[in-house]
């Protein structure tokens, strides 16, 4: 599978890449509460260590405080916007919305050369001084953070979900802020000390109909790495991390003068985001240094299958060999029929085609004449030239043959929402086909991003099986769950022990007989939905499960 890749510059911290956006930010916190009282770390409550507990991401030991976390939280947004980092399907969307280009430090579609840098670097310039005046708005009187002046901004936790979370307006609008101050360092080329912008990069055009003489230099990917790369990359990232402290240490001067701090916002940008003209495709961007790390631009990455897809193909192929087995009778009579009807044709087509022959003004030869036999005998056919009559295949399993009391134990894992399951369960096999029961089992649920497991929720439910045999020891299998999911830890709006229904499904499954009332279980396509708490904001955990099991009796 083709899928657009992500414009997120100096990349966020998750399975896909280093936090490099954190960690500027971070650092630049970590200089400034030396310095300053009014970056001092505010005391997390009851929700937000709830919320601080769940992020899809590490906090260092000295930023696990409210400030720390919520500047976090606010650089990471240019990028999420609520979405998790391994949402391949919504983030192009946000990545490539052309009017959120500014946020990144990129070009608009209709920002082109001759121009076009420059149009690009003001709306970058005017989106942090936006969010930087925003920010302030969140002090008080004194210069220092306010705790209690927050805005709603959703959020994507590890197992909660999207959520929204209440934050402090100073730490989430200086983060989105610094992230794009962090984006023009990585999303340029700059001249040799790195302070002035020759040209901004492009990253909507990038990926269509693209010109570099009109759209500028695509976005390149090289980049964007911050840990173990070259000289010229490590000395941007220290004048980045330079600009990230001087524009924090401005916000946090305890003046209080609103009009005097955004002046020498103004002066810090001024600074790090001039332009300096004369470098044009021709020649080269003046023979930009950042040139080298051109590689593939389209933006574009191959996706392997899920094990999920793989597990289904194999699936596919047993039963496409179980269904030959069984319809191997049928087919060596309907080729035997095929070929009775193939004789009674031919021998038509031969009758119509001499008829055809014999018509008016056709000239012939006079047949053979042949003397009729005496008292010819009557007409019988050979018993090896008539078609079997058609019967009904035997039943496979003679009826009560599969009936009765027996248990079941299973394993399962999911990888969307990360999941584990195992279980155990009472069967009866009403007829052959039909089979109730009742199971319980533990769901521990892990997060690939935060690489956490947490204990999840037990699910109780009942069970109702159909199953179909394809031989004497395959069937077919078809399982509805209906229940009910107990949580097992606290989340944010989802306290411990919050109950709410369970259903799971898996339409095609599979049934083997290892032995006597002994069969082996492959469920490739479980779907498994536990929701244990609906009220306010509901908690919904969905697993796309693969489940193996062992039953005996029934």
């Known amino acids: 599978m083709l899928s657009a890749g992500s414009a997120e510059a100096y990349t966020f911290g998750g399975p896909l890449g280093d936090p490099c956006h954190e960690e500027l930010a971070w650092e630049a916190l970590r200089l400034v509460r030396r310095e300053l009282a009014g970056a001092a770390p505010l005391e997390l409550g009851a929700d937000d260590r709830l919320a601080v507990r769940d992020l899809p991401f590490a906090l260092p030991d000295d930023m696990g405080d ?35 280009q500014r946020e990144h430090c990129l070009r608009r579609p209709e920002q082109d050369e001759l121009g076009g840098s420059e149009a690009a670097l003001a709306d970058c310039r005017g989106f942090i001084l936006e969010r930087f005046a925003q920010a302030l708005g969140g002090l008080d009187a004194k210069g220092r953070v306010d705790a209690s002046l927050r805005m709603p901004l959703p959020t994507y936790l590890a197992f909660a979900g999207t959520v929204t979370l209440e934050l402090p307006v100073f730490y989430v609008r200086m983060g989105q802020a610094l992230h794009a101050l962090g984006d023009s360092f990585t999303h340029t080329f700059r001249s040799p000390d790195h302070e002035r912008v020759t040209v901004v990069l492009n990253w909507v055009d990038a990926l269509d109909d693209f010109d570099e003489a009109r759209d500028g230099p695509p976005h390149l990917h090289e980049l964007d790495l911050c840990n173990d790369a070259d000289t010229l990359r490590r000395e941007r990232r220290s004048v980045a991390s330079v600009a990230s402290v001087e524009l924090l240490r401005v916000a946090l001067e305890p003046s209080g003068d609103e009009a005097a701090k955004k002046a020498r916002a103004e002066a810090v940008l001024a600074q790090f985001l001039s332009f300096e003209p004369g470098c044009t495709h021709a020649n080269r961007w003046c023979d930009a240094a950042e040139n080298r790390y051109r590689t593939s631009d389209c933006g574009c990455a191959v996706v392997g299958e899920a094990p999920s897809r793989a597990g ?27 070929a009775v009807v193939t004789a009674v044709t031919a021998a038509t087509f031969s009758e119509a085609s001499a008829a055809a022959e014999s018509a008016p003004g056709k000239v012939e030869a006079a047949p053979p004449q042949v003397a009729p036999p005496s008292d010819p005998p009557k007409a019988e056919a050979a018993p090896s030239q008539v078609a079997p009559p058609l019967s009904r295949p035997r039943e496979l399993w003679p009826e009560g043959s599969r009936t009765g009391w027996g248990v079941q134990a299973s394993m399962s894992g999911a990888f969307d929402h990360g999941a584990m399951a195992y279980g155990l369960g009472g069967r009866y096999a009403i007829t052959n086909r039909w089979i109730a029961g009742f199971d319980a ?57 919050s109950v709410g229904p369970y259903l799971g499904v898996n339409l095609l499954g599979l049934s083997y007989e290892l032995g006597e009332h ?32 062992v039953q005996f009796g029934g």
């Open 66 to 100: 409210l400030g720390g976390a919520s500047l976090a939280i606010g650089v990471r947004d240019n990028d999420l916007k609520g979405l998790s980092g391994l949402d391949h399907r919504d983030l192009p969307g946000v990545h490539g919305d052309p009017e959120a």
């Open 312 to 338: 289904a193909v194999a699936f596919f192929a047993v039963l496409a060999a179980a269904l030959g087995r069984r319809r191997a009778p049928q087919v060596a009579r309907f080729s035997r029929g095929a």
């Open 441 to 497: 089992e533990h769901n521990p649920w892990f997060s690939l991003e935060a690489g956490r497991i947490r204990p999840g929720a037990i699910n109780a439910y009942a069970t109702g099986i159909y199953r179909y045999p394809i031989n004497e020891r395959l069937a077919l299998r078809s399982t509805l769950h209906l229940g009910a999911s107990a949580l097992l830890f606290d989340l944010v709006g989802a306290p411990k022990g």
């Open 518 to 549: 002994t069969y082996l279980l492959l469920d490739p396509a479980d779907v498994a939905i536990a929701a244990p708490a609906i009220v306010g904001a509901p908690l919904i955990y969905t697993q796309y499960r693969l489940t193996i099991g």
